[in-house]
């Protein structure tokens, strides 16, 4: 599991997380939500190693994360950025090659990138240089490229974390739908999956459990019933908000206009 405790980020004298503590368990979803500027990404970036704590401690398992090595880091955890950039024309199955450890074989290594590439909705552009594809065929090509860095080092190092910063923001509701399966079913085989959602009714439809934040801080943390509550939503978010359970279970979040001022 990773742990993170009173984990402190500044932008020169602007502190943006203040005093944050997170689980990210094997075998779950867990989804940071809240209103933008709330911290969400950076608490993501100081998660992985890319963004330095002015305070507090991250662990993976009984590892501090400021003692993994690059290499170490990469054999543990898979991130998506929100906005992954490419300057080299490579094609989509050299983008998911990429990521793949050496020590992959190579027979396996062209299974997997077939695999991902296919799980994905890709393999009619496999060959297609990522920059000519659509931004939200763009973004799933990156999307197959953790995937496969995730599965890979499963298979040599054993489970680790998929992290994913905004993955539905540029798709649409039917690849929006296939991504977050694809987390939910990385979490099933045994992944640790945190990702950061501004859609509601994804995270309640998907996630084990909710992160929600405001202002650097936690505002509630539990299972998706615990946090997505009309008064608490509506507080975090500043407006109104309303929760509806459905007959088939999931709940229906969406903005109470009835209330609205």
């Given at each position: 599991?990773i ?6 980020v ?23 939500c ?11 970036s ?36 929100q ?18 450890p ?22 009619e ?27 890979a ?5 054993g ?41 509601l ?8 459990a ?41 709940l ?10």
């Amino acid at each position: 599991m990773i742990t993170g405790r009173n984990i402190q980020v500044s932008f020169g004298k602007k502190p943006v997380l203040r005093g944050v503590d997170v689980d990210v368990p094997f075998g779950q979803v867990l989804a940071l939500c809240g209103p933008n500027g709330a911290g969400k990404s950076t608490l993501l970036s100081a998660l992985v190693g890319d963004l330095p704590n002015s305070d507090g401690t991250v662990t993976y398992g009984s590892r501090n994360l400021a003692d993994l090595s690059a290499t170490e880091l990469s054999r543990r955890r898979a991130v998506l950025e929100q906005t992954p950039s490419l300057s080299a024309a490579f094609t989509v199955s050299e983008v998911v090659r990429l990521s793949i450890p050496i020590e992959l074989p190579p027979s396996d290594t062209d299974r997997l990138i077939a695999s991902v590439i296919l799980q994905l909705g890709l393999t009619e552009f496999a060959h297609t240089p990522v920059p000519n594809l659509s931004g939200g065929q763009r973004h799933r090509a990156h999307l197959a490229r953790v995937l496969a860095q995730l599965k890979a080092n499963r298979s040599l190092f054993g489970p680790g974390y998929l992290f994913l910063d905004e993955p539905t923001a540029s798709l649409d509701i039917l690849h929006q739908i296939a991504v977050m399966k694809t987390a939910k079913a990385m979490a099933k085989q045994g992944a640790g999956v945190l990702v950061v959602l501004h859609d509601l009714n994804l995270a309640a439809a998907f996630a084990d459990a909710i992160c929600l934040m405001r202002d650097g801080q936690v505002a509630k943390a539990g299972t998706v019933g615990e946090v997505f509550r009309a008064s608490v939503l509506s507080d975090v978010y500043a407006t109104p908000i309303a929760v509806e359970k459905m007959s088939n279970g999931p709940l229906l979040i969406h903005p109470d206009y009835q209330n609205v001022a």
